[in-house]
């Protein structure tokens, strides 16, 4: 009975090996100097398909209350293509954010509620996902799932990059042997780091 076991649990090993690689990163939420969260962010890749999932929560004390954000993104890429991605964020329970992304033909089609709107892309490679798990060397555009639109990404020193969104809102990501290890949040309201372990 042993000896089948072990072969059964052998062969599920090889067979989820050879059907697809999962890489998990696990990063810690701080907003002054305090950790207030955490953010899980999988891909799980067969060499075709590759799809993206993301969990964040946060509990923040801002002036005289605390503040609860939830998130929820998802992204799936076909043949290094984006084919679909979502993006939910609650705050306090109620839905701030809830957008999706999907590929049509010779573009793209963002939604936002019941709004619509194409995004003349014939292809996007590269998004907030792609971030997270590879140094975007040479890379001079990202698409944000969030704002729905290519943005500009900058190297602003050896290993970090910065995207800016509106309003003087950015994400600065830092490297650390091809991976991200450190991302700063900043808006006007607060700035939160966020740490690999």
Do not use: W
Not at 46 to 73: H, Y
């Amino acid at each position: 009975m042993y000896k089948y076991l072990l072969f059964a649990a052998l062969t599920i090993g090889v067979l989820e090996k050879a059907s697809g690689q999962n890489q998990t990163q696990q990063y810690d939420v701080f907003h002054n100097d305090r950790c207030v969260g955490k953010m899980l962010v999988t891909k799980i890749s067969d060499g075709r398909k590759c799809i993206f999932k993301l969990t964040f929560n946060a509990v923040l004390s801002l002036l005289i209350k605390n503040v609860v954000i939830e998130g929820m993104e998802e992204a799936s890429f076909e043949n290094g293509v984006l084919v679909y991605s979502k993006v939910m964020r609650k705050v306090n329970g109620n839905v701030k954010t809830d957008k999706h992304t999907k590929k049509a033909n010779n573009a793209y089609v963002a939604y936002e509620g019941d709004t619509k709107t194409v995004i003349p892309l014939s292809e996007i490679r590269s998004n907030f996902f792609t971030l997270l798990f590879a140094e975007p060397v040479n890379e001079p555009t990202i698409y944000s799932d969030y704002v729905q639109k290519e943005l500009t990404l900058v190297k602003t020193a050896t290993h970090i990059y910065q995207v800016t969104t509106k309003n003087g809102h950015f994400n600065r990501y830092s490297y650390v042997n091809g991976a991200c290890s450190m991302i700063e949040v900043s808006t006007l309201m607060l700035t939160l780091m966020l740490r690999r372990h």
